[in-house]
Structure formats: structure tokens, C-alpha cells
């Protein structure tokens, strides 16, 4: 018998909630929700505690760590406790490095440019020339690494056109200065 995936579990737990919600008094729905949420908190607390414990493995642990990082099931529960290992910065970092030799291969380029709790602001441009891909198409290729390295952002906002105010409340990324690109000079 095949294990289910990550994203078929958490489909049957989005249902068995939904069930519960529906069928359930509200008394017994803040109870249920206290519930869980203190299973959760013990979670949490033995999850970090056994990561300090690892840790304290010296180099063993740190690459018990690394490997544990690299599994989308545990880093998943790393975010869900706030546990991961790195900051949203430097995950966001991390993607568009992954990301960059495509995008330089479209004659393109991407810099982060702010980052907030659960979003972040990219600004991506093109240069001149005859390049294959579409700005629609480097898009999706950022987000898809954003998102695959950072699955706690649930938005990601691109400051590649005319400059416009956007929504993204702004916490100014630790960023070298951004390099200039046709984009920065239309905007001038």
C-alpha cells in the first residue's frame, strides 16, 4: 500500500476540520479548537527541544539538521512551530540564487527588495534583447522558488513595470544596493 503524500494529507485534515465545523456545536468547537491547539504547543516544545538536543551534537548534528531541512515533510513542521532554521530572509535569499542562472540565461536578473511577515517584494527585469522567455514565465519561475524554499510566504509581489504604490508592508530587506536594471531607469 502507497503512503499517502503531504498535500493528500493535508486535504483529508482540511475535510475532517471541515466536518467537525459543520457538525459541532460552537461550545464544543472552542473546546475541540483548545485541544488542539494545546497538542500542538506540546508538540512544538518537544520538537524544539529535541532540535536544541541535536544541535548540541556538534557535526553530526548540524548535518542531522541540513538533512532534516531538506525534507519537505519535516521543514514543513519546522514552519508550522516557527522552528525552521533560517529566516524568511535568507530562504527568499536562498530561492532566488537557486532561480538566478535561469533568469541570467533570459538575459534577467531578480533582488529582493522588501519582505514581511508572510510576503515578499521582488523586483525582476529583463534586459534588451531577443530572449525566449516571457516576463510571465521568469514570474512563475521566482515564485515557484520562492515558494518551494519558503512555503510560509503566501504572497509574493514584483516591482518590474511603472513604479506603482503596492500593498506589501515594507521591512527593509538586509540587501546590498540593488543593481540597476533597464527596469529602474524607466522608472526614473
Known amino acids: 500500500m502507497m503512503e499517502a503524500s503531504l498535500p493528500q494529507r493535508l486535504q483529508r485534515l482540511e475535510k475532517h476540520i471541515r466536518e467537525l465545523e459543520d457538525g459541532t456545536d460552537p461550545a464544543e468547537r472552542a473546546r475541540l479548537a483548545e485541544a ?9 516544545a518537544a520538537l524544539a527541544r ?26 514543513s513542521l519546522l514552519l508550522l512551530h516557527g522552528l525552521h532554521a533560517q529566516d524568511l530572509e ?23 527588495t522588501a519582505l514581511a511577515d508572510d510576503a515578499v517584494r521582488v523586483r525582476l527585469w529583463q534586459g534588451e534583447g531577443n530572449y525566449p ?8 519561475a521566482v515564485e515557484e522558488a520562492i515558494c518551494a524554499t519558503a512555503p510560509d510566504v503566501t504572497r509574493v509581489e514584483f516591482d518590474d513595470g511603472p513604479f506603482v504604490r503596492l500593498s506589501l508592508p515594507l521591512v ?17
Open 90 to 112: 535568507s530562504r527568499v535569499g536562498r530561492a532566488l540564487a537557486q532561480v538566478r542562472p535561469f533568469l541570467q540565461s533570459q538575459g534577467a536578473d531578480v533582488a529582493l
Open 36 to 44: 488542539v491547539q494545546t497538542v500542538l504547543e506540546l508538540h512544538g
Open 172 to 188: 527593509n530587506a538586509n540587501v546590498p544596493h540593488l543593481p540597476e536594471g533597464p527596469a529602474a531607469h524607466e522608472r526614473q
Open 50 to 75: 529535541l532540535l536544541e538536543l541535536v544541535a548540541q551534537a556538534g557535526t553530526l548534528g548540524r548535518q542531522i539538521l541540513e538533512g532534516a531541512e531538506a525534507d519537505e515533510l519535516i521543514r
Open 133 to 140: 522567455a516571457t516576463m510571465q514565465t521568469l514570474r512563475a
